[in-house]
Structure formats: structure tokens, C-alpha cells
């Protein structure tokens, strides 16, 4: 098998063991490399950029050598396939949106709140019924982006060493790049570089989401309108673009204030429709799958050109 050949295969076939393996519950490989991270942490932690740029520098860069060395010996098929369903998301994503919209449906307010963290890092105890299912939409919509295609994308170009260190940089970012006292230099590095890793992926999803939306009953040119309009008065540079596509395309309106854990955030306005509801957030999940089927089709495309741009 050819180098290009064997870096399609990865590509596809780390896509379909995230559809049909679910994530182990205990010792997922992620997990394991948060909780190293967290330990090194604890000696690295300085109030300053520099300590941050090491911190991610010495992970990031140890986490690549990892997966080179994994390809040496298992060959790049392999190695591909695996750092890619490792790093890939998107089956637990849609999975977890499915369950808080049956969990909404049923009243069970409480039960959703205790699920709102595997989504994301909001405090669920501030939001009503309203409240998370709009935190649970736009968790959808950016991690499409975050969990699934960016994480392709970075297979399709470089492989096991290059998905992996999208990955560990992806959860350096969740796990020190907030603007709070703690972590507003020590984590400067992660939340630049984390821009840096997704800006591509961002804007290839809204393309696909433009795209999907007919196929949930949505809107090509309002996805494409939000996008435009609104995007750029979102705080992230990737995460705007991303919600504001699915607010257009779903007909909803995302945004306003956002409770964190560590701070209260006024988010802008993306989108100009409802409020959204539970069968908003079915759509949402609906179109996240069919965006994210998509990705796994152009990211195996990108591998095979590539790979014959390689080719003398």
C-alpha cells in the first residue's frame, strides 16, 4: 500500500470506528493525557507567558514525537486509524445532544443539568429549560467543528503525529485557556494556539453546514448570511463563525449571556430567529451528523491529493 493510499484508509476507517466503538468510559486515552497534563501542571504552573509557552510546548511537542514513533512501528494505516478515532469526538458529541433533548422532552430539568458538563463547561445550575437547550445547540455546533472536522482535517495533512497534537492542544486549550486570574498568562499559549489549530477547521464546517442545512430543512443563504453578519462579533475567532452558520441555517437565535464557572460572559447575538427549542436541538444534532459524514468524505479526498502532490 502507498504512503497516500495507506493515509486515506487511516483517515476513513478512524471515522467509522468513532460511529460504531463508543469511547471507553475509563482510561480513554485523552482522559490519560488530561491527567498528565494536570500533574505537570502543578510543577510548571507560573503566573507568566513563558511558563505557558513551555508548559504547552513540552506536551504538544511529546505527544507528536508519540505518534511519529507509533507510525514507525505500526506503519501509517494503522497509526492513522487510530490517533484519529482517538482524537475524533463526534459519535460521543451527537450520542450526549441526543440524550439532553430526550432528557428536555421529558421535563427532566435536573437530570439535564447533571449531563450539561459532558457538553461543556457552563454552570448548569443558573439554566432552565431555555437555557440548556441553547447551551447544549451551540455546544453542538462548535464541537462539530472541534471534535470532528478540524481533527480530519489535521489527520488528512499530516497523520497520526499531526491529529494528535491537534488533540492534546484542543485539551490544553478546555483545560488552561480561560481568561480567569489563574489563567489569563499561563494559559495565553494554549488559547492562541488552539486559534491557530481551528481556524481552518471552523470555516470549513460552516461551509459544510451551508451545504447540509436543506437536508434538516434549513436555510443555505441564512446559514451563509449569519455567517457573514455575525460571526465576527463573537469573542472566539472560530466559534462565531461555526454558531452563527448553524443559528442561520436551523432558524434560531444563539448568544447572550453566558455563564461560566469563572465568569459571566455577554455573548453577541448570532442569528435573528427563535429562541430555540428541544426539536431545535434534534435538528441541530441531525445537521451535525450529516456535517460531520461530509468532513470524513473531503478529509479522505484531501489525503488522496496530497498524497499525489507528494508523488514525483
Known sequence: MSARDARVAGVVAGYLFDLVVADPSRGHPVALFGAGAATLERISYRDNRVAGVAHVGLLVGGVCLLGAAVRRRTGSALATALATWVSL??????RTGSRMAELLQGGDVDAARLLLPSLCGR??????EIGLTRAALESVAENTSDAQVAALLWAAIGGAPAVLGYRAINTLDAMVGYR?????????????????ANY????????LVVMCAPLVDGSPGAAMLAWRRDAQRHPSPNAGVVEAAF?????VRLGGPTQYRQELQIRPTLGHGRQPT???LLRAVRLSRMVQASAAVGAAGLAWWAGQRRRP
Not at 89 to 94: M, P, V
Not at 123 to 128: E, F
Not at 180 to 196: E, T
Open 89 to 94: 469526538g463526534g459519535n460521543s458529541l451527537t
Open 200 to 207: 481552518l477547521g471552523a470555516r470549513v464546517t460552516a461551509g
Open 123 to 128: 454552570d448548569p445550575a443558573a439554566l432552565d
Open 180 to 196: 480567569s486570574p489563574r489563567y489569563l498568562r499561563f494559559g495565553w499559549a494554549a488559547a492562541r494556539l488552539d486559534d491557530l
Open 247 to 251: 443559528a442561520g441555517a436551523l432558524g
Open 278 to 280: 428541544v426539536a431545535d
